[in-house]
Structures are given as structure tokens and as C-alpha cells.
């Protein structure tokens, strides 16, 4: 029989309810023996979860006898009885049913609670990894880069290779001061509302999404679909930032906060506008087209405008070139007016010289190319002075012009992309770069140490090769203590700062160097119970491991020295020492873990290598990478998948079970159609009796938070659990020869998110008592619920990676451990680990218990 269960957590984080009394023991635990083995006898003071486990000599759990909360008005998880006095029997046997020797203590522990112990990731440097998928499949950006005359630098990039937004404020020598979005915790409710911030219950917010497939943690432009996100532009105001999207515009405090009113009427141009005129501007004659540069007037009421122009389109909406003709044609640049955003032609080419045709434009020096933009017109950059800097690619060569427009003087320069001025010389500095997806080039920085009299520059500095990535480069200077430091910024360079002694540029910090972090994807998560290894898996087939808690680093995992394992997800084997791992439309494969290498374990006999089954479909989005719904593996080596059989385009859940009792391969999987086929699922477990639980969308949340009963993201997304019966054993060989005609209960909980259009899947996890441990990621929080469904511990409050819970370097403290976006959640006997997917980082959190007693048995 199936059973719904919905289930509420009370506030405060816990089961228990406000002025509830803390649990103690009435009688502490004592061991008695009987025929059979023994019996562990205890009795709490009142309501609580509480956990009977066996740990041996060397402190390991044996055997993980009973979990769940006792004293309540539901039922209680087996073996245990109505009410507080409890006793728990135990034969002497392990996890496994074999014979446990030597010496041992029954632990009981109650009252479970959550302290942050590790938090590894989050890197603030970290803008790209060299490690992760690449190309023009990967939402990989850097989208500006601007320099207050306080001496601040603010960098706005994708955070990781599927889009989530970063928005970073440093000193002017590259140090990193604090995140500005996502925005930081400890702001008034009312300040971050134009972000899409929800109240929650402990006084503190959280956030509802434009997207789930990047994901976009806000509900205003700044991020949108598949990784895209706005462009930050310089503003003349100290304390603001402008960002830019579609040419609309977004204000945003350095603080992160927002004004009352964060998004101007309009567009980045009003007059003339920046569409054609007609009913479909998409297909219209033109569309702006070529990479936007603005900087802003000396009077701070202008600023220059260049780098875009109207791209001539066929009748199929496909660039074709430059429009010959009209306000927006290309080799322009235009002067616009702040209050009415009104713009006017401040300097020109001659129309009848600049080139139009796109073949003829990627042969000249514009090097304008389907697969990678360039402009006959393209940087620009203003002095004190009112002097404008202009990149003319098309005539190789930087124009300087008075403020009114004249030409002063012209500098050779091919390829030139990007230029800044120093604020208290003469020097400039200007990147070259050449190439895009389908032809491989260089970026390059020079500086002028005098624009009025260099004919070349005094120093050239190659930067990194330009090849997956068509965006344009950003150049800005910062003062700061009398220093000038030249920030340039590239995708996939990502960010090096020069000090510029007058003589020659210093390297003082490379981005790439200084943040050791390399995966920046951590959605899919298995931790190894015996070693408290955590090993991941990204959305495009990279696969790394964390061994050391102490000085934690994020690396490659290899089958032999030069062959990576490949993998979307992971299941591990703790038993058998073996890890499963499904990649991108390939079989199930198996490595094994406690070798040099994870050198693959297929079963004796076998023809096709550490394959144990034909290919499974997994999702796959341009700009998205893989989606992967799960994998599990029960104790016996048998394992379970959540795909569909072949190479797609079906991406859809369907649950499977493969029994190890073959050592033929492919091995054949059973259907579990109870489960739904085609289905929107995520997250697949067993536990160790042999109960098989898989999440799935299913229908609308029963009772959704306050702010969230509209909330068609979270209603889309927020999936339950099912739990499956075995219809064999452990002991036959065979959890499931037969399907079970349904689930044996259904948990009426708030997993998620699942993505409900592209497979972004979350990750639960059971643990050795079948404790249930599930992210809530939408609401930023984690639970745990014992196998009856009642409610244990939720913990986590909205925060960015400024927000440490309290451990060293805590910029920004929070009530509860802080967590943006959950993604996968695994547990041990003494921790709790999650990932976090906006703010690119794992969190070990330690259980802590409110009485804890052991006692020896003899």
C-alpha cells in the first residue's frame, strides 16, 4: 500500500516546538543480555529523534540499529514503540549480518542539531577553470568590468560553466573585499526586494528565480535563460552600478542592495531607437549587432557609446553583415545624453570606406565573423581632459579626438580591441585580439607610455589564446595609494592585475593562479562513508575528489595517468570498494576506489571493459551542458538508474533496477513502471534493507512557504519521494525480481529543485538508520526526516559566499548555517555534506546531539 505523508517542520529549525523542554535521559541507556544477543534499554525525558548504533574498538558504527523520533503522536520507525522508554535489540551481527568480535559500545544519541565544520569552495578569484567543459556549449562570460575612483574594481562574470551570476567588488591591487549579488544576508527585507526576495519565517529572506536551468537567483534581468546574464557598464555615480541586459538598464548599490525603483524607463539609447520599426524587430532589415563599449564624460551627464552597429539580416533573421546606411551603421561613435538618453553621431567614418559585406569583413582587419563580432569601430575610452580613445580594427590603428569630435592623432595599432587611460599620465592601455570559435587567435596587452608621441608601444604582454569564447575584452585602471594598477579581463584568461611602475607592468594577481578552485560545478555528490571523501561530478563528464578535509583541493579523477574518469553522476560502493558512475548517453561503468588510480572494475569475465550496461540516455542543452536525474548502488552491488535506455532524445526518469548476479554484460535492468515513466525525477537511494527511494515531480507542493503559493518555480520544481518495498532479498540475489505494484510510501516533502524543463537534478540521501536527508533549494534550507517521514532537524538561512557561519573569515554572519541553492546532500555518521550550486561550494556540517551516552558492552 502506498502512503502520503506530508510533513511539516516547526520553526526554529528543529522537531521540536517552541518552549518544548530539551531532551535528557530519564534513565540512561544500559545493555542487557538475553538468549538471543542483548537489548540496549534507555528512556528520554520527552519528545525527540534518537539513535541506537553499535561502534566498535576503533570507534566505527558496526551496525545501525534503530533512527527516528519517539515520544510523538505519529509512529515511530521499527524497531521502536510507542513512547519514551525504549528497547532496542541487537544479535550481535553487523550491517552486513556477519559476526561482530572484539570490543564494542552501544552509543545512543538524541536531539540532533547541525554545526558548520568545513566550508571548501566558494572561491572569489574563480571566474573559469581549464578542468571543466568548454566551448561555445558552456555559458562561460565575463561581462564587465568597472573602476570607481575610490580605488574599487567590480567584476561581473558567470560563476561557473552553466550561469549562475557573480558580481565581485576588489581592491585596486586585486584583493577581494565582498560579493555584491548574489546579493549578501543581513540587508533589510525591502532593499533586496527589487532581487525577488521572499521574507522567511526566522525574520531573515530568501529569493525566488527567473530560471532554474542557469540558475537565476533573482527575478530581474540580471540573469536570464541558459547562463545569459547583463553586462555591468561604468557608471558617473560612486555608490552604483548600471547593468545592462537586452540594452535595458538596472541600477544596483554597491551593497548589493537595490533602489525603490532599480530598473529606468527605457533603454540605453531612447532616441533614435534601437530596433527597426516594424512589427517584428527580430526579423526586421537590422538589429544591433557587434560587442558594447560605453565610458562615461568627464561632466557626468554624457557618455560615448561605440562597438555596436546594425547588422544587415537576410529574410531567416541571420547577420549578413553591416547596414551601408542609417544613425546605427557601423564606424560610429556616439555621445549620449544621461537624463534623455538621447544619442548623437560624435565621430565617423567615412560611410562609403567602412566595409559591409560579412565575408569581405572577416578577411580585413575588422575580422568580424559569424562566430565572433567585431566592429570597424570598437573600444573606448575618455581622459580628464575630455579627450576620447577610440579602436579603429578596421584602419589598425587608435584614434585620439578633442572634445568635440576633430582628430588630434592616430597610433598603429592592428587587431585593437579594448583601451583605457591612466588617470594621472599619459599612458594608455589597449588589448589586441583576433580570432573566435572557428579560428584560433591571441589577445594581447600593450601599453603607450605617452599617447601624444609613441608610435608603438613600450611594452606587449601576450595574455592567452582566444579560440572557444567571441566576447570582448575589458580594460580598466584603478588608483589606490598612489598606484596605478591595470586590471584586463577575458573569459578564459579570466582576470590578471598589473601594477604600472612607470617603467614596466608588474604581474601583482592573476585570477586563475590566485583561486586554486577548479571545479566550479558541484551538482551531483557522493561521499564515501569509510574515508569522508567527497567525489563530484559536473554537467559535462569531469569528475574530481576532495580527500583532504585539512587542506582541501578539488581534483581530477583518473583511471591511469592520462585517462580521466568520466562521469554526470556518481554512486559509491562503500562495501565493495567500487564507484559507479553514468556519463553523458554512455553505460553504467565501474571503477574501483582504494588504488592509485580508479582503475576500472568490470565483473570477472566480462567484454566491454568497467561497462556494466548498454548506453542510458542523458539530457543534453547548448549553453547547459548534461543533465543527469541518478544513479544508485545497494549493498550488494546491484544498483539502480533513473534514464531512459539509449542515446536520447528521450530525457526522461524512468527507475530501473540491474541486479549483480551476472557476470555477463550488458546486465539487464527491470522497469519499476509503479514509478511512472517519462517522468520528471532526480535523486535515487537504497538503503540497507534493501528499500529502493527515488524523487520525482509529482504534482504541486502540499503546503508551500509564505511568498511561494504563486510561485510557478517553485511549484514546477518541488518534487517528493518514493519508497519502494523489495520483492526478493539480499539473501536470493535479487531486490526486485518482480516490479512492486507501488510504492510502500510516498514522503509528502519539498525536495528540490528539480529542474522541470531541462534535467537539473538534485540529490537526496538515506543514511545508515534510513534517515532521509533532502535539499528544500529554492527555500535554502536542508532536512532530515526519519523513515516514518516525522520531522528531525532543517537547518540553513539564506546567504552568499561572505556569509561563513561563523568560521574564519565570516564577513557576513546569519542565524542559521548559510546556504543559497542546496543541490546534492549526502551524510555520515558524524557529518552532513551539501553543495551549494550559487554559491559554488561544499559545506561538511557536524551533528551535534543534545545527550549523548555510550556504554560498553561486555
Known amino acids: 500500500m502506498r502512503y502520503l505523508l506530508a510533513i511539516t517542520f516547526l520553526l526554529g529549525g528543529t522537531a521540536l516546538a517552541s518552549g518544548e523542554t530539551p531532551v535528557a535521559f530519564s534513565a540512561k541507556p544500559v545493555v542487557q543480555k538475553n538468549a538471543t544477543g542483548m537489548t540496549i534499554d534507555f528512556t528520554l525525558s520527552a519528545r525527540a529523534d534518537v539513535e541506537v548504533a553499535i561502534v566498535n574498538g576503533q570507534g566505527r558504527v558496526v551496525r545501525h540499529l534503530a533512527a527516528g523520533v519517539i515520544g510523538g503522536k505519529n509512529a515511530a520507525p521499527a524497531p521502536f514503540i510507542a513512547g519514551l522508554s525504549q528497547s532496542v535489540a541487537w544479535d550481535r551481527r553487523d550491517d552486513y549480518g556477519e559476526p561482530v568480535d572484539g570490543d564494542c559500545t552501544a552509543r545512543v544519541r538524541a536531539g540532533m542539531g547541525t554545526k558548520i565544520d568545513r566550508i571548501v569552495g566558494g572561491d572569489p578569484y574563480a571566474f573559469y577553470s581549464q578542468e571543466m567543459g568548454q566551448g561555445d556549449h558552456a555559458a562561460w562570460r565575463l561581462t564587465g568590468l568597472e573602476a570607481k575612483s575610490d580605488g574599487k574594481v567590480y567584476l561581473l562574470a558567470n560563476a561557473n560553466n552553466y550561469g549562475p551570476a557573480a558580481l565581485r567588488q576588489y581592491e585596486a591591487d586585486g584583493s577581494y573585499c565582498r560579493t555584491v549579488y548574489p546579493p549578501p544576508a543581513g540587508l533589510k527585507q525591502e532593499q533586496v526586494a527589487g532581487w525577488g526576495s521572499v521574507p522567511a519565517d526566522d525574520g531573515t529572506y530568501r529569493f525566488q528565480y527567473n530560471d532554474l536551468d542557469s540558475p537565476a537567483i533573482t527575478t530581474s534581468f540580471l540573469s536570464g535563460n541558459r547562463g545569459r546574464i547583463a553586462s555591468l557598464l561604468p557608471s558617473p555615480h560612486p555608490d552604483e552600478l548600471l547593468l545592462t541586459r537586452d540594452f535595458e538598464l538596472l541600477k544596483v548599490h554597491t551593497d548589493g542592495s537595490l533602489p525603490e525603483h532599480p530598473q529606468l524607463t527605457g533603454r540605453l539609447v531612447n532616441q533614435p531607437?534601437?530596433?527597426?520599426?516594424?512589427?517584428?524587430?527580430?526579423?526586421?532589415?537590422?538589429?544591433?549587432?557587434?560587442?558594447?563599449?560605453?565610458?562615461?564624460?568627464?561632466?557626468?551627464?554624457?557618455?560615448?557609446?561605440?562597438?555596436?552597429?546594425?547588422?544587415?539580416?537576410?529574410?531567416?533573421?541571420?547577420?549578413?553583415?553591416?547596414?551601408?546606411?542609417?544613425?546605427?551603421?557601423?564606424?560610429?561613435?556616439?555621445?549620449v545624453d544621461y537624463a534623455t538618453r538621447t544619442a548623437e553621431v560624435f565621430f565617423a567614418l567615412d560611410p562609403k570606406q567602412v566595409i559591409t559585406d560579412l565575408k569581405e569583413r572577416t578577411s580585413s582587419p575588422i575580422a568580424d565573423a559569424k562566430y565572433g563580432e567585431y566592429a570597424a569601430l570598437q573600444g573606448v575610452a575618455v581622459d580628464g581632459s575630455g579627450r576620447v580613445f577610440v579602436c579603429d580594427r578596421q584602419n589598425q590603428r587608435l584614434l585620439v579626438l578633442d572634445a568635440d569630435g576633430k582628430q588630434l592623432r592616430e597610433i598603429p595599432l592592428a587587431y585593437p580591441d579594448m583601451i583605457a587611460v591612466s588617470p594621472n599620465s599619459q599612458a594608455i592601455y589597449v588589448t589586441t585580439r583576433t580570432g573566435h570559435?572557428?579560428?584560433?587567435?591571441?589577445?594581447?596587452?600593450?601599453?603607450?607610455a605617452d599617447w601624444s608621441k609613441d608610435a608603438k608601444p613600450v611594452a606587449s604582454m601576450p595574455l592567452c589564446e582566444v579560440r572557444f569564447y567571441g566576447q570582448r575584452t575589458h580594460l580598466a585602471v584603478a588608483e589606490s595609494a598612489g598606484k596605478v594598477f591595470v586590471w584586463v579581463a577575458y573569459t578564459s584568461l579570466p582576470v590578471r592585475v598589473f601594477e604600472d611602475s612607470g617603467t614596466d607592468l608588474k604581474l601583482v594577481k592573476d585570477f586563475y593562479e590566485a583561486g586554486p578552485q577548479r571545479a566550479l560545478d558541484l551538482q551531483h555528490m557522493a561521499v564515501d562513508p569509510e574515508t569522508g571523501n567527497a567525489l563530484i561530478a559536473d554537467g559535462f563528464d569531469r569528475c574530481f575528489q576532495l580527500s583532504d578535509w585539512e587542506n582541501p583541493r578539488f581534483e581530477r579523477i583518473m583511471q591511469d595517468e592520462n585517462t580521466p574518469v568520466e562521469g554526470l553522476s556518481l554512486a559509491i560502493d562503500s562495501r565493495h570498494r567500487w564507484l559507479y558512475t553514468h556519463g553523458d548517453r554512455e553505460p553504467i561503468c565501474r571503477f574501483h576506489l582504494d588504488r592509485k588510480y580508479f582503475s576500472p572494475a568490470p565483473p570477472a569475465g566480462s567484454q566491454n571493459g568497467s561497462a556494466l550496461t548498454d548506453k542510458l540516455s542523458s539530457d543534453w542543452r547548448i549553453g547547459l551542458g548534461h543533465g543527469d536525474r541518478g544513479i544508485a548502488v545497494a549493498r550488494d552491488g546491484s544498483?539502480?538508474?533513473?534514464?531512459?535506455?539509449?542515446?536520447?532524445?528521450?530525457?526522461?526518469?524512468?527507475?530501473?533496477?540491474?541486479?549483480?548476479?551476472?557476470?555477463q554484460t550488458p546486465w539487464e535492468g527491470l522497469l519499476l513502471t509503479a514509478f511512472g515513466e517519462k517522468v520528471k525525477a532526480a535523486g535515487v537511494r537504497f538503503d540497507l534493507q534493501g528499500n529502493l527511494y527515488a524523487g520525482k515531480i509529482d504534482g504541486p507542493p502540499t503546503s508551500p512557504p509564505v511568498g511561494?503559493?504563486?510561485?510557478?518555480?517553485?511549484?514546477?520544481?518541488?518534487?517528493?519521494?518514493?519508497?519502494?518495498?523489495?520483492?526478493?532479498?539480499?539473501?536470493?540475489?535479487?531486490?526486485?525480481?518482480?516490479?512492486?505494484?507501488?510504492?510502500?510510501?510516498?514522503?509528502d516533502v519539498d525536495f528540490g529543485m528539480i529542474g522541470p524543463r531541462f534535467a537539473r537534478t538534485p540529490r537526496f540521501t538515506i543514511d545508515g538508520f534510513g534517515r532521509i536527508y533532502y535539499p528544500a533549494g529554492l527555500l535554502s534550507q536542508v532536512a532530515v526526516i526519519d523513515n516514518e517521514g516525522n520531522p528531525i532537524h532543517r537547518f540553513g538561512a539564506y546567504g552568499n559566499r561572505d556569509s561563513l557561519g561563523g568560521l574564519a573569515g565570516d564577513l557576513v554572519p546569519t542565524v542559521d548555517i548559510p546556504l543559497a541553492m542546496p543541490s546534492s546532500v549526502d551524510a555520515t555518521d558524524d557529518y552532513i555534506y551539501v553543495t551549494d550550486i550559487v554559491n559554488i561550494r561544499l559545506l561538511r556540517i557536524a551533528k551535534t546531539f543534545a545527550a549523548s551516552e555510550s556504554v560498553r558492552i561486555p
Not at 530501473?656 to 557476470?663: G, K
Not at 511549484?715 to 531486490?735: C, D, H, M, V, W
Open 273 to 335: 531607437a534601437m530596433e527597426p520599426d516594424v512589427k517584428n524587430p527580430r526579423l526586421g532589415p537590422w538589429r544591433l549587432s557587434g560587442p558594447l563599449h560605453t565610458c562615461n564624460a568627464p561632466d557626468g551627464e554624457h557618455f560615448y557609446l561605440s562597438g555596436v552597429f546594425a547588422g544587415a539580416t537576410d529574410n531567416r533573421g541571420s547577420r549578413i553583415g553591416a547596414s551601408p546606411d542609417g544613425f546605427w551603421r557601423d564606424g560610429q561613435v556616439y555621445r
Open 437 to 448: 570559435f572557428h579560428d584560433k587567435g591571441e589577445l594581447t596587452l600593450h601599453k603607450f
Open 639 to 663: 544498483f539502480a538508474t533513473l534514464a531512459a535506455l539509449g542515446t536520447g532524445p528521450d530525457y526522461g526518469g524512468y527507475l530501473r533496477y540491474y541486479p549483480a548476479n551476472s557476470p
Open 708 to 747: 511561494y503559493e504563486r510561485d510557478a518555480n517553485y511549484q514546477q520544481s518541488t518534487g517528493r519521494i518514493y519508497r519502494f518495498a523489495p520483492t526478493g532479498s539480499f539473501e536470493k540475489g535479487n531486490l526486485f525480481p518482480t516490479e512492486p505494484v507501488a510504492a510502500a510510501k510516498v514522503y
